[in-house]
């Protein structure tokens, strides 16, 4: 698959690279490429305002405190200015096209917008996109009228959670309670008690009423048994170049037990156009919305199996941003972030197909005022380990690395191979080259596990089995 031939041969590798963020998922990013010897900038979005769609005028303000944890992000680590004054300075350069923009999340619209017309490289979201993401009425529209084998679970919506607990008082199904505001915590119980697991989403409801009533809230089917995998493809000018697979454990305990996280481990791998599970991640409506789309465009589908009775169900959409883990996962497998964006942008696939890349991620279990995240607690690592290692709640203090307390996690760190036990093996070498007093993550067994049936291994074996896509690595 090829892109822009014109747009790849302006590509001068050599770039300077600006990085937008309002709560730092792609900061990370910009820290290793600065590891990697590129000029970077980061571009941070100061007001919650400026990331708050339509959909979402009810969100609740972000506190003081929240905010001066949040812009201090990466400080003494990373030059960083405000959104729009980077904006002014990729604009007014000589040669826009020595710049990549990196948006980080599709809530940055607004400020992709500023840049799209500008001749710089880079992914630029739109409000549509970020729309597909959190509005998930829409997103099942969506996959009602086009993907033919995909269903969607039943589903009611809700704003206020008296009406929730009326409709599970009479229910004796199971359900899922997503909220339609981006950053609302989706709960799974881990019941299967109708009366148990109506408990669970009732206790959610109650503790954070901000959260879920906001922009509202769906109650949705639970799926038996289910197994998940998710594909996404990466396009250039409307031009597919890449397919790839991520299979991740969210839940935060080994086992896929305790509470959703953003993503506590993954293995990624690329996979074929032309594979089944391509076929039925992307129908020909996603490259009509990719045309549609300049620069770097993402779609992916999280796809839900009922491991008995084979039926293939629908989970969500990230349009037009990266996941994260996936994103650095991805970026170990192309052989680092610089290596990806311009292997992306110079119309190449970044994902060797015989290899596979693995991540874990590394939380901070201790609170501290006001139940926050503990900040100023000391992060250490051995040299050698940059390059696997993505931080992500850390500040420089004092020559030192410590926690902001913005945020639970205190790094990612990744690991590549020719088979999935390597990748793990690597990627748990670097969490053993991490000092952090306390840390809780979930070790290289849980992700070599077979021993419960959402495991990342049962899951690759048993979309092999349907045959899902073809693999040009080993398991073991």
């Known amino acids: ?25 792609g900061l990370p990013i910009a820290w290793q490429l600065q590891w990697e010897g590129h000029d970077v900038v980061v571009g941070q979005v100061e007001a919650q305002d400026d990331v708050i769609s339509a ?32 904006i002014e300075r ?77 409709f599970l008082e009479a229910s004796d199904e199971l359900w899922v309670l997503k909220g339609l ?8 119980p881990d019941v299967d008690d109708p009366e148990l697991a109506r408990g669970q989403i009732l206790d959610a409801l109650r503790q954070n009423p901000d959260e879920y009533e906001s922009a509202g809230f769906l109650l949705e089917l639970r799926i038996p048994h289910v197994l998940e995998l998710t594909p996404q493809r990466v396009y250039l ?33 690329a996979i074929d156009g032309d594979d089944k599970i391509s076929r039925l991640a992307f129908p020909p409506i996603v490259d009509e919305i990719a045309r549609q789309r300049k620069g770097l465009f993402y779609w992916d589908a999280s796809l839900l199996l009922d491991g008995r009775s084979g039926k293939l169900y629908f989970g969500e959409f990230c349009a037009n941003r990266p996941g994260y883990n996936s994103l650095f996962t991805e970026m170990t ?10 292997c992306a942008v110079g119309n190449r696939c ?38 696997d290692l993505w931080p992500i709640d850390v500040r420089k203090d004092r020559g030192r690395l410590v926690t902001a307390g913005y945020k639970d996690t205190v790094a990612v760190v990744t690991g590549v191979g020719h088979s999935v036990t390597e990748a793990a093996t690597r990627a748990q070498r670097r969490v053993d080259e991490l000092s952090f007093e306390g840390a809780y993550y979930r070790p290289k067994f849980d992700l070599l596990s077979r021993e419960y049936p959402t495991s990342i291994l049962n899951r690759i074996e048993y979309g092999l089995r349907r045959g899902f896509y073809r693999l040009g690595f080993g398991l073991t």
């Open 181 to 188: 505001a981006e950053d609302a915590r989706t709960v799974l």
């Open 333 to 342: 497998l192309a052989g680092g972030a610089a290596k990806y964006f311009e």
């Open 55 to 86: 959909l979402e005028v009810n969100v609740p303000p972000e506190s003081d405190e929240a905010r001066s944890r949040r812009l201090s992000l990466f400080d003494g680590l990373l030059e960083k200015l405000p959104a729009a004054k980077l």
């Open 90 to 166: 990729v604009k007014k350069s000589k040669d826009a096209a020595e710049w990549f923009s990196f948006f980080d999340l599709n809530h940055l619209f607004r400020q992709a917008a500023e840049l799209r017309e500008s001749g710089c490289h880079g992914n630029f979201p739109t409000e549509e996109d970020h729309r597909y993401e959190i509005d998930r009425n829409l997103a099942k529209e969506f996959v009602q009228s086009h993907y033919p084998d995909v269903r969607v679970a039943p589903k009611c919506g809700f704003r206020k959670m008296a009406e929730a607990r009326k």
């Open 1 to 25: 698959m090829r892109g822009n031939p014109s747009l790849g041969r302006r590509w001068r590798g050599a770039v300077k690279y600006a990085v937008f963020s309002f709560d730092g998922y």
């Open 350 to 387: 970044p994902y060797p197909p015989a290899r596979v890349a693995a991540s874990i991620r590394v939380f901070n279990p201790h609170l501290g005022d006001e139940g926050r995240p503990l900040a100023g607690a000391r992060l250490e690592y051995k040299a050698g380990a940059e390059g």
């Open 237 to 269: 000018d409307g031009v597919a170049i890449a397919n790839f697979m991520t299979v991740e454990n969210k839940p935060m305990g080994a086992g896929n037990v305790g509470p959703m996280t953003d993503c506590a481990q993954d293995v990624g791998f």
